[in-house]
Structures are given as structure tokens and as C-alpha cells.
């Protein structure tokens, strides 16, 4: 078998949530989920599910979101799901053969990764604004890294101009005892579209990307 393999009999997502109106002050909505999840935080370049393939990235763990008028927070901590088999898991077995049904996803138990998020979001005058905080502990593996990060979103209209705006610091360390490496990277991403009123709706987009690391 192979990550080409799909176990039909796993499930993407199992989990129970509860939503609430008005749970803390008039017009509000408080959601709670808890068990196996998908994430999709802003831009979605942090954090996203795939929305071309079967085998999405999922996670384990609780995810809770608050909104009110424009304003939203969003709060989760999760570990990573693994898709199986993985090398390792072939490496063990004679010839790299496994019997039995293989489940296409397991948690992560190993390296003990945690994944801890923040995120608040408030929209005023079409203008989506949203500060961010991930971090990331990968237990094992010693690496832990923090990302805190600033979205701004202009949505694309008909005849009218749009804009992307996001900075994203990359900050933290990996290795333990005496091998340890600081981390130290910044991600800028800008773009200014127009998207024409006429049939079809095209939209013309100038974009500008850059990425710094630690020269390694």
C-alpha cells in the first residue's frame, strides 16, 4: 500500500460542536467543535484544508470561534493528524508489505506536535482586518516556532479596486541541548486587483511576494 491507497472506511472529520445565539451579549454567535477537524485561518497560507484532493490535512483537538457585528475571534488548540502509511511504517514491515486495513489518517503521537492559535478579525468600511498568533511545538522534534501575523483584505467588487496586505514574522528555535538553532524569518505578501464590470467579470491582479530566513 501507499498514500495513493484510500481507506474508505476512514472519515475526513468526526466531530461534535454546539452554536449558540446570543451565549454571551445580544446579536453574538459562539461556536464549539471538538474531535477530528479541518482548519482554515485567513488567508489560509498558514492554515488551510485542501480543497483539491481527498486526503486533507485535519487536525485533533477543539476549535472554538466568536462573532459579533463585524467582529470575530477564533481560538484552537490541535494536533496534527499523519497520514499513514508513511515511510517509517513501510520501512518496519518485511518488503514494505502491511496487512489489514490501513488507516488513511492516525494522530500524531509521536513527535507530540501542538498547535496552538489565535486569531482576531474585524471587519470596517469592506476592509477585513485580522491579527494572528500560531504557535507551533513540535515535542520531540524540539522545534518551536511562533508566528504572529497582520492580514489586510480589501474583497474584490465589480468595478472596483481590491488589495491584500499580509506580513508574517516567523520566530523560535529547533534542536535541544546543546544543538540548538534560532529561527528567524519574515514573509510579505501585497497585491492590488481590479475586477471589471463587464460580462465574464475579469479581474486583473499586480502582486509582489518576499521571504527572508536565517541564511540557511
Known sequence: PSTSHINVLDVLQANVGVRLHDAFVADDVWEVRVGRLTLALGSRRLVARNEFRNTIPAFSGVDSAWTRRGLGLHAFVVT???????????????????????????????????????????????????????????????????????????????????????????LGQTGDGQRVRAHRALAVHASLGHRFDVTGRPRLVIAWDHASGDAS
Open 80 to 170: 496534527p493528524l499523519q497520514r499513514l502509511p508513511d515511510d517509517d511504517a513501510l520501512a518496519a514491515t518485511p518488503d514494505g508489505v502491511i496487512d489489514g486495513l490501513w488507516p488513511s489518517w492516525q494522530p500524531d503521537v509521536d513527535s507530540g506536535a501542538l498547535l496552538v492559535g489565535a486569531a482576531a478579525t474585524q471587519t470596517h468600511q469592506g476592509i477585513d482586518v485580522q491579527l494572528t498568533s500560531l504557535w507551533v511545538d513540535e515535542g520531540s522534534d524540539g522545534r518551536r516556532l511562533w508566528s504572529p501575523s497582520l492580514w489586510l483584505r480589501r474583497p474584490p467588487r465589480p468595478g472596483a479596486f481590491d488589495f491584500v496586505i499580509e506580513v508574517i514574522p516567523l
